[in-house]
């Protein structure tokens, strides 16, 4: 089939949305097309787009599983750009929370320490609008938020993920089983082997057990000791160090490992 006004409509509605739930972007491709072939119209709409460096990617979400299609711009290489609707201060912020989740052990920091990051902001951002501001990102899939955390959107995965690996190199870890970077993931406390969670559920339903390297029981960074990243649990001390600059908290990482 050549490409026609059915694949506009499917392109449309992924650029409008900027992530689609796979069985919503199902739905409009049975509704136009009169089939589920969903990987076949990908691919027909993602030859048109080729050539203009962009790109429909399918992702899954760190957190739930879940299977989105991520329209990127496959040669960013630098924090996006967002809407000009968000101020500097916004954005800023939204900056610093990619910098603390991708260096935090867990691949997630609390809301509570998400808002308290306004104080140190050399723009002025109420708590109230930071607040307005990270739902709005969550709601457009930047962000994903689960029991008052936050972890990084499949939009934030699929388009900042060389920008994440040129200025966290360090940091970033690789899923044993699908060989991808990762950022929030379960643990092995045998091997230190990482992996999706969505990676390891496929696993275990197919057989497998434990760790995919060590055979160990695997479980959750949610499940470890108290987090350095969460602040509702941290101890005075541990909230003072919170408040510090991001890098320099990177550095004492660096040099206690």
């Known amino acids: ?15 409008h949305e900027g992530a689609v739930h796979e069985d919503r972007g199902k739905e409009l491709i049975i509704s136009l097309f009169d089939h589920d072939n969903t990987g076949r119209i990908l691919s027909e709409i993602n030859a048109k787009l080729r050539p203009l460096c962009m790109a429909v990617k399918c992702l899954n979400c760190e957190v739930t599983g879940q299977l989105y299609w991520v329209f990127v711009n496959t040669v960013q290489d630098k924090i996006a750009s967002f809407h000009p609707e968000f101020s500097q201060a916004e954005l800023a912020l939204l900056r610093n929370i990619y910098s603390e989740i991708v260096t935090s052990s867990n691949g997630y920091v609390s809301s509570t ?5 306004c104080s140190s902001l050399n723009m002025k951002l109420s708590k109230a609008d930071a607040e307005q501001f990270l739902h709005e990102m969550v709601h457009r ?8 955390k936050y972890y990084m959107g499949v939009r934030s995965i699929a388009e900042l993920l060389q920008y994440v690996k040129d200025t966290y190199n360090d940091n970033l870890q690789i899923c ?4 991808q970077e990762l950022f929030y993931s379960k643990k092995c406390s045998k091997c230190d082997a990482t992996v999706h969670v969505y990676c390891l559920q496929n696993y275990e339903k197919n057989g497998g057990s434990g760790c995919p390297n060590c ?4 479980s959750s960074h949610d499940q470890s000791s108290a987090s350095s990243m969460d602040i509702e649990c941290a101890s005075e001390a541990e909230t003072n160090e919170m408040t ?14």
Do not use: E
Request: aromatic share 6%; charged share 20%; hydrophobic share 30%.
């Open 1 to 15: 089939m050549t490409y026609g006004v059915q694949h506009k409509i499917v392109l449309q509605a992924i650029m």
């Open 113 to 117: 320490f998400c808002l308290n990051l």
């Open 141 to 148: 899939k930047w962000l994903c938020s689960k029991d008052g």
């Open 176 to 179: 044993t089983l699908c060989k």
């Open 215 to 218: 055979h160990q029981p695997i």
């Open 244 to 257: 510090q600059p991001s890098q320099t908290r990177r550095s004492k990482r660096k040099h206690t490992s």
